[in-house]
């Protein structure tokens, strides 16, 4: 029996732990996400001027880029604002002063400065423009170069033999770009002097102020010190082909025909790729926007990147809004599917085999999120999601068996796996069967959660109800899930016969060991009742359940030469659903352990699971793990899984398989594709059950968006709860 005296020893000490733990302070940070502007394929240049307007140069004339925000995409209309010019043939732009400076057949103009910039040209068919701040100016069809001072021809050249491929104006002169080099011409002595020569040059950028000129070519780039004359060039880079370069603050970004990417001065890259981010990602044109901004010009329009300081409670408010807008169903989180080209408004909410998992996740969050605020908000979306759990209960006609999900009857056809689908006893709705074992350790997860951290007694008893309801069905049923038709569900299985019938290397015999124990324990916790402490206790020392889940990851592996072909096929290479089952049950398993001496073990077993799991550097998991009071569990890779997360979460194609920087590794047991994972907004978007070191995704592109109360919202918010992550 627990005295007042030690409990509060026990608390001391858990608080000593705890403040012992890092604590991640909530500043700004810079989130970017994009607003893509489609097109009919035209396009050839972009800029903003100084009063924040954008105008896109295509083969039919100027556009305007409109109606695009996030998530929502705009397109472009012809630029009619100056009806006088409008039907003037422009095949040249450039900005000088902040101002759009314009070329037809005849002419350099501007709209700005009254308009009295205009210009003749001495060739028609200007496809190039470069000016300085006195309004001189360098011309160029590709073949002709011309400069213009006060209006007057200095320098007219023939370059027919080795085109012009760009010019520039920056250093008080202008640099113009060949395959083969690139020279730099001033007013005061009007002669090309060569200052690099090279070959396969395609794009570049004098930059304006570390005197480094950037030269893209078609295997990476040169950057190029204009103080020593030396040059470094780099391959280690995501794409090799470059086909735009522009130097933006401290970063300079690079185009190529299979995205974007810049490089930050301190080192390091960000890869910009799919339509996350660009309407297609043969990249023409890159050029600084409004408020530090990035304009890229792709072969199908634009895509505006934008960067927005923000905070993770920003982010979380969110994220909240997108849940509670488009991602609740009878009160389940899912999945907006069914969208066309991304678009939110045009998806519907699908079902899943996975509601009650992804609901509990979830709700978690939002238990939490209580826990921390008080917020009623938080509060009413609790009953809300906990009344969809309970009626997974009380749709079927099984006592204490949860459904997968329910729907409204006369649409079974439509949803995913037909099959599985029953009539419920309600002629209106149609229950789910084959429930599996995520199911339950998630419903576990959170009806503790609730019970323990919610101060509404209406929600804790249910909670409580339910948790002893699942329980007393699994127990009764001898440790498994029995479905409608009598027999176990396929996954559904804690039985000792079921569980040590495996090889102690698959991982099926650790993970449903440390499952069941987990659950046991919660149901004791909360009802007292003795058959769950009972039971877990014989599981645990009878039946060699504590030495299961003890056992060491590095354990566990294929199936041993001989082994039987169920146990080939579970342990062919690491399970990354079962990452979610261990850690959602390492909640119950460690919190509400029967005893110090089990807590002790659990906590080892716990931290050894999360050393081989730190490469994939999952917030959720790193935050899961301080429940240990434990001082490492990679607070800052959670924090960068947090603050790295896109905000767009439609399920774009995403490629990074052509990468020439990144370390791949070798086929191996866990799946690890590369040394260092990526950033989340660089991979596809995807749930914690699945392996974070994908590179590809090639199907059902724009078709889904996924919800952040399961991604996003639990990590978060359980990080707030534990005190890890401040307000």
């Known amino acids: 029996m627990i005295t007042l005296k030690h409990f509060t020893l026990l608390l001391f000490l858990s608080l000593a732990a705890a403040a012992q733990q890092p604590v991640h302070p909530d500043t700004p940070f810079i989130q970017d996400y994009s607003v893509k502007y489609y097109s009919d394929g035209s396009t050839r240049k972009v800029y903003a001027d100084r009063n924040h307007n954008l105008r896109v140069l295509t083969a039919t004339g100027l556009q305007l880029p409109v109606n695009g925000r996030f998530l929502y995409p705009g397109g472009f209309r012809p630029d009619n604002f100056y009806r006088t010019a409008a039907r003037k043939k422009i095949g040249a732009m450039t900005l000088i002063r902040e101002q759009f400076v314009f070329a037809d057949e005849t002419h350099v103009f501007s709209q700005a400065w009254a308009g009295s910039l205009f210009v003749k040209t001495p060739f028609p068919k200007v496809s190039l423009l470069a000016g300085d701040d006195s309004l001189n100016l360098m011309v160029s069809d590709g073949k002709q170069l011309a400069l213009l001072r006060n209006g007057q021809v200095i320098l007219n050249e023939n370059h027919a033999a080795d085109p012009i491929l760009d010019i520039r104006y920056a250093h008080h002169h202008f640099w113009i770009l060949k395959k083969t080099g690139v020279f730099r011409c001033s007013i005061t002595a009007p002669r090309l002097s060569a200052v690099i020569r090279g070959e396969q040059f395609t794009a570049f950028d004098p930059g304006s102020g570390d005197q480094t000129l950037y030269i893209g070519t078609a295997n990476g780039y040169i950057a190029h010190d204009l103080l020593s004359g030396s040059s470094e060039t780099f391959t280690r880079i995501p794409v090799t082909h470059i086909t735009a370069v522009k130097v933006i603050h401290d970063k300079v970004w690079f185009g190529t025909p299979q995205g974007a990417f810049s490089v930050r001065a301190e080192g390091g890259i960000n890869y910009y790729n799919g339509e996350r981010w660009l309407p297609s990602d043969e990249v023409l044109h890159i050029e600084e926007g409004p408020g530090s901004s990035v304009l890229i010009l792709t072969g199908k329009g634009l895509g505006h990147i934008h960067f927005k300081p923000m905070t993770l409670a920003e982010k979380a408010a969110f994220f909240d809004r997108q849940v509670r807008s488009r991602h609740i169903r ?348 990526l950033p989340p907004d660089e991979r596809p978007i995807q749930r914690h059950n699945a392996n974070m070191f994908i590179l590809e995704k090639d199907k059902g592109n724009g078709l889904s968006e996924l919800s952040a109360g399961d991604i996003w919202l639990l990590p978060y918010w359980l990080g707030r709860y534990l005190g890890v992550i401040s307000p």
């Open 330 to 677: 009878n009160g389940f989180n899912a999945t907006l599917t069914g969208m066309e080209k991304g678009n939110p408004d045009t998806g519907y909410l699908s079902d899943s085999d996975n509601d009650g998992l992804w609901t509990s996740m979830y709700l978690g969050a939002e238990a939490f999120r209580y826990a921390v605020t008080r917020n009623q908000e938080a509060l009413q979306n609790c009953r809300e999601s906990l009344d969809a759990m309970e009626r997974l209960y009380s749709i079927n006609p099984v006592p204490g068996f949860p459904a997968r999900s329910f729907e409204r009857s006369g649409y079974i056809t439509s949803l995913a796996d037909p099959d599985r689908w029953q009539s419920a006893p309600h002629p209106e709705w149609s229950w789910k069967a084959t429930t599996s074992s995520d199911e339950a350790i998630g419903h576990m997860f959170v009806f503790g959660v609730l019970a323990e951290l919610v101060d509404d007694a209406p929600i804790r008893s249910k909670a409580i109800l339910l948790m002893d309801t699942l329980m007393s069905h699994i127990l009764k049923n001898d440790l498994y899930l029995v479905d409608h038709d009598g027999k176990p569900t396929l996954w559904g299985k804690w039985n000792p016969a079921y569980v040590n019938g495996f090889p102690e290397n698959v991982g099926d015999r650790k993970l449903n060991s440390s499952n069941i124990i987990a659950m046991l324990q919660t149901a004791y916790h909360f009802t007292g009742k003795e058959k769950y402490r009972k039971k877990a206790l014989e599981l645990l020392h009878q039946h060699g359940y504590l030495e299961n889940l003890v056992r060491p990851i590095k354990v566990i592996g294929t199936t041993p030469e001989g082994g039987d072909s169920y146990a080939r096929m579970l342990s062919e290479a690491w399970n990354h659903s079962d990452d979610e089952m261990y850690f959602l049950g390492y909640w119950g398993l460690y919190r509400y352990a029967l005893n110090d001496t089990l807590k002790t073990a659990y906590r080892q077993a716990i931290l050894d699971h999360w050393e081989a799991e730190r490469p994939e550097k999952d917030g959720l998991w790193n935050i899961f793990t301080a429940i240990t009071g434990t001082r490492e569990f990679d607070l800052k890779q959670a924090i960068w899984y947090l603050q790295e997360h896109p905000l767009d979460l439609i399920q774009w194609n995403i490629r990074n398989s052509h990468r020439n920087d990144l370390d791949k590794m070798p086929d191996n047991f866990r799946r690890q594709t590369l040394k260092t994972v």
